[in-house]
């Protein structure tokens, strides 16, 4: 039977991280195996016993630039490249003098990492690996030739294939192939990102100047498998940007004997986004299937999870809880007899922390920084959709700019409440119509096909929720597009709601605005669209 396995004579290896090198050098001992290596990899392989030629008696030509320059050469990159099927590569390599390599051992400089760790500019463009990624893809391009080891979990197999004399098959070293160049589009994509954050364009500093990249490039790295995906039936892994250890996907786990579920990352990282539209007062969200059930600012973060569960104390159950302030003794008393699936928050206190330790199936998460904005990714069949985050930050956003167009002047009380809803629609899922009053969601209605359904809805949840006190009456309504028919409105009138804002922008607006005029309600159009799909 013909085989493809190519066995294992001369080796070059140059790794900035040493481990597991050991498995290695006594492979390449038994073998007796040619071994060219470079700098502090050689000095390395030679304490474990090996002989080793280096890199500058092969090139002829020594490490220069403060190592900049090594295996950029020929009499590397030709041994590298030469097809040993190709009868004429092989004459070529003879002619020139150059011995090929069946064995190529290479990982990277930390670029990662020291981005991680807050480098000055030029530290982080010395931590660019230029040899190694030039390698990397000579073997894996020419795997016919050349098997490639990246990943120091390889390094075993490696070594048993060349202390055997076997080597590797064609098959084998393709699939060592493509990993390695997943590892090197990885590792240019971190690059890219960073130069991406790192060399702006002044004349771009404004998000509506930006103008969409020509080629998006964007890595994100396996940390775990997860149980399932949104269904049982579903695969589903967690992965994280390289570049950011801060963020909501990095979350510390502080408690909860189960692991965080596809679906647990989803109503989180929902829940946690919206305390965030709230940073100057204490706030939480109660969310499940990324929808809040609640939403409330209070005085102190207690007093705004007592509001935000009030909203809809059943639907609270098994949900998700987030808050933008620590966690305090209080609060957690609160949320230990109620089922709850995740809670998220910037810190806790050390009693609160203990108590809630006591909920087994509890996770609790750490997240020390808030949401960063970047653009928003969706894939969709054959490519994806880009767009800038929505943020309260468009100039229908502010109240000062939002136009009275039937009714009074808000009153502080009533405009803060309008403030509050309109900032809490942001994160309910279209069609989306609000109820609020005293800084704390009593009836959302989310979801719906149409705004009526959503109104009713809203106004059902307020009214049935609270052992059926009314609560629709008196609260003032948000909605998170223009009203298309007065009928919507219409409802949320004879529910006695106080005020309403909404954006505007309807052929109907005359009849939508009339219908508030004739109940004499206080009305305010933003000018600004909050669809959340």
Known sequence: MVTTNRTI?????????????????????????????TGS?????????????????????????DGRVKTLDPHIHAGLLADMTNPDHVRQLKDLGIAPFDLVVVNLYPFEQTVLE???????????????????????????????????DDYALAAERIASGTGFSLAERGRLAAKAFALTASYDAAIAEWTARTWVDDKQDKAEDQKPAQALTRTWRLTNQLRYGENPHQKAALYLDPL?????????????????????????????????????????????????????????????????????????????????????????????????????????????????????????????????????????????????????????????????????????????DLTFAWRAIRSVKSNAVLLANQGATVGIGMGQVNRVDSSHLAVERANTLDEGRNR??????????????ADGLEYLIQAGIRAVVQPGGSIRDPEVIKAAQDADLTMYLTGTRHFFH
């Open 9 to 37: 004579n001369r080796a070059l290896v140059s790794v900035y991280h040493k481990q597991g090198l050991e498995a290695l050098a006594s492979a390449f001992r038994q073998a007796g195996t040619e071994v060219v290596s």
């Open 244 to 416: 950011d250890r801060d963020g909501f996907a990095a979350a510390e786990h502080l408690g909860g004997a189960k692991e965080m579920s596809y679906n647990n990352y989803v109503d989180a990282d929902s829940a946690w986004r919206s305390v965030w539209d709230f940073p100057d007062l204490p706030a939480v969200a109660v969310v499940k299937h990324s929808n809040p059930c609640g939403l409330a600012v209070g005085e102190d973060i207690a007093q705004a999870h007592r509001r935000a569960h009030a909203c809809d104390p059943m639907s609270a159950y098994g949900g998700v809880i987030a808050a933008n302030r620590t966690v305090t003794l209080t609060m957690a008393q609160q949320i230990k007899p109620v089922f709850t699936e995740v809670i998220v928050a910037p810190g806790y206190e050390p009693e609160a922390l203990d108590l809630l330790r006591t909920k087994k199936n509890l996770r609790i998460l750490s997240v020390q920084r808030r949401p960063r904005q970047r653009p928003v990714i969706r894939q969709i069949d054959g490519g994806a959709l880009v767009q800038t985050p929505d943020l309260i930050d468009a100039p229908g956003d502010n109240p000062s700019s939002w136009r009275l167009v039937s009714g009074n002047p808000a009153d502080q009380a009533t405009m803060d």
């Open 472 to 485: 629709a009456k008196g609260s003032v309504a948000a909605s998170d597009a223009f009203f298309p028919f």
């Open 118 to 152: 807050g480098a000055d500019a030029d530290q982080c463009l010395e931590r660019i690996d230029i040899g190694g990624p030039a390698m990397i893809r000579a073997a894996a391009k020419n795997h016919a030739s050349v098997a490639v080891i990246t990943d120091p």
């Open 41 to 65: 990899t050689a000095k390395k392989l030679q304490d474990l016993g090996v002989k080793v030629t280096p890199v500058e008696k092969v090139t002829g030509f020594p490490e220069s630039l």
